[in-house]
């Protein structure tokens, strides 16, 4: 089956909802008939803002000129520069500006956020998490575990979908909590599933939760940029999300936290502490006990990265500019677009789509699992053959994301033309023929 008769389509979508690609540099493709790329990994890595260098420069250009003086004498001086993040992150995710701050990176935040939230006493000890959890969380919470003294085989929970299925029920996590809640210090999971796409019901789940008392923390990683959040409504006790997939500020970008006002000014809560946890208003008396401010700032540790923190900044006021809601409404026509054209050409190849097919239950990532051959392969093939960079999971899941601030409607055909010339029609496989266990049973650690 080719595609050639809907490429006219495609390029008729583009022109009537062209999103934002005009403020991104696309990358080159390598030759063939397009000049870019079809860029479907910003889930893994977004595509660098126009305004990124420019921005960059001017930060440095203020170290060049001012020296110190640049701590409180640059255009954006260095002693308040996190501030300048912090409004364009809360609205983001739906919070106050007292419960955001943008400080080092995913995992880091995650074990400092753990270090006050995750405080198992009696039989109240455990952590759940997904049993697709991303490598990185399952390994901080695990060491979590042993940090407490405790087995991380017994002590980390890791819940599973339903036997011949991809994607968790909600109604299966709340069975969960309300069976076994009263065994529960810390439900951390996933808002969008890295590997499947799914969107949790972040609401529902983090009611029951803390209803079953216990503390509920969400790693929006998949999230944050993809779907609209509303952490402090939906009563998230804590959450954290990294910059570098949709947020598009650059490989290790600085990342996000969330702590809800109720625990802010917190006295008992532990927290580890630097000269960035005290009040800035008497930082620098420097005297031996810290003053915290009843903040998330009261969470940080160190004086930051300025050089780091101006991509993160001019991404945040770029989706501050567009809006969480009109990025959504364009999300879903493209995604749901894609999602037509892989119907077309999963139907007789051995490729089968297992993110959910209810828009709600989804962000703009779907993730497709493939009958034969290794994802890597397949991956590889699309980028080298057709200059479509899609994202491979070994053993077999490819993670297509039409981004909707910079993806066309020309990259999804693009994505379904390949895989229509690259994996051949054939009698499907018989599910279950590629024992789908594997995926759940740690294949997937990069
Ligand atoms: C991308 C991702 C990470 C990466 O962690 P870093 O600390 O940024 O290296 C962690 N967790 C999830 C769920 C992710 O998707």
Redesign the pocket.
Known sequence: MGFGGAEAGARTLDAADPGHRHLFLVPPAEGGRHPEVAYLAGN?LGLQPRATREELLADLDAWRRLGVEGHLEAERPWLPYHELLTAPAARLVGARPAETVVMN??????HLLMVSFYRPSGERTRIVIEDS?????SY?VRSQACFHGLDPDTAVVRLKPRPGEDTLRTQDVLDFLAAEGHTVALLLL?GV??LTGELMDIPAITAAGRAAGAVVGW????AAGNVPLSLHDWDVDFAAW?S??YLNSGP?AL?GVFVHERHLGEEDLPRFEGWWSTEAATRFEMTPVSRPPATVEAWQISNPPIFAMGPVRTSLELFDAVGMPALRERSLRLTGYLERLLDEVTADRPLTVITPRDPERRGCQLSVRIGAGSAGELTKRLRHEHGVIADAREPDVVRFAPVPLYSTYHDCWRVADALAATVPVSARSEPGSRAPQSRTEGGHTS
């Open positions: 893994s990176s995913l995992t880091v935040n995650l959890a991303f490598p990185s969380d901080a996933g599933n890295y790693d929006l990683a998949h990294c570098y997939k290790g990342a």
